[in-house]
């Protein structure tokens, strides 16, 4: 009786637990949005960007918010390490691209390195986030510009959004962040995904 009403608890209870995978080239600002999204999230907490590195290895970012549980993968974007961005794949609910709006040389690497994401077999259906990162800067290019540039034909077999954002003052982020729980809540791959861990609610 006991572990029948602890189930039920449970599965009302228990939010949701998705994992999104942060992406982008070298210094698109992946690490400094997380430790911003962990200040938001976690009141204080995360890395103010004169203590952030270049990653080499996995940062592990954990927030929640009203309805569920986010696991945050941000990977290195160095050339040599995107090799490791696939081994991520399968597990990802949804994915966040950064690009530096501000930073036109790397408009071309970013989007090659996109496109390649986006054709991997494991990623289907996998909502994606854009992200046009630094607005704070003076001579970006907005989400809508971005949009226009990078003409993706991908992006039409997933749901997709582009958000101006900035990882040093904070813009854009929440609303990016609802958007994507929002897509992860109702996505098939979602579903797919549970199917596949063999529980309900618990991945
Ligand atoms: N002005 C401004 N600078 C930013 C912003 N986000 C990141 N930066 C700076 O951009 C540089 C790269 O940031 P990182 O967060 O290390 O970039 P990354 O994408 O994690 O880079 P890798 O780990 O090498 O893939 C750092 O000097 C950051 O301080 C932003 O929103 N505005
Ligand atoms: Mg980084």
Redesign the pocket.
């Known amino acids: 009786m006991f572990s029948l009403a602890y189930g039920l608890w449970k599965y009302i209870f228990n939010k949701t637990e998705f994992h999104v995978l942060i992406l ?10 997380l430790e911003k999204i962990k200040s938001i999230y976690l009141k204080g907490e995360g890395l103010t ?1 004169d203590r ?4 080499v290895g996995l940062n592990i970012g954990r927030i929640e918010d009203a309805n569920a549980k986010l696991v945050f993968w ?5 050339v040599g ?1 995107r090799t490791i961005w696939e081994k991520y794949y399968q597990e990802a609910h949804a994915i966040i691209y ?1 690009i ?1 709006a ?1 930073a036109a040389s790397s408009f071309e690497d970013a989007k090659s390195a996109l496109e390649k994401v986006l054709r991997h077999e494991d990623l289907k259906g996998a909502p994606l986030l854009i992200f046009a ?5 003076p001579g970006v290019i907005t989400d809508e510009e971005l949009a226009r540039y990078l003409q993706l034909k991908e992006l039409d077999e997933r749901p997709y959004k582009f958000q101006a ?5 904070g813009r854009g982020i929440k609303s990016g962040i609802d958007w994507v729980v929002e897509q992860m809540e109702r996505s098939k791959r979602t579903e797919v995904l549970r199917a596949r861990a063999g529980l309900t609610g618990q991945i």
Do not use: E, F, R
């Not at 952030?52 to 990653?55: R, S």
């Not at 941000?74 to 160095?78: I, M, N, P, R």
């Not at 954002?165 to 003052?169: G, K, L, M, Q």
């Open positions: 982008g080239v070298d210094k698109a600002g992946k690490t400094t949005l960007p952030i590195v270049p990653t941000d990977l290195g974007g160095q390490l950064v530096d501000a990162n630094k607005q704070d800067l954002v900035s990882a040093y003052d």
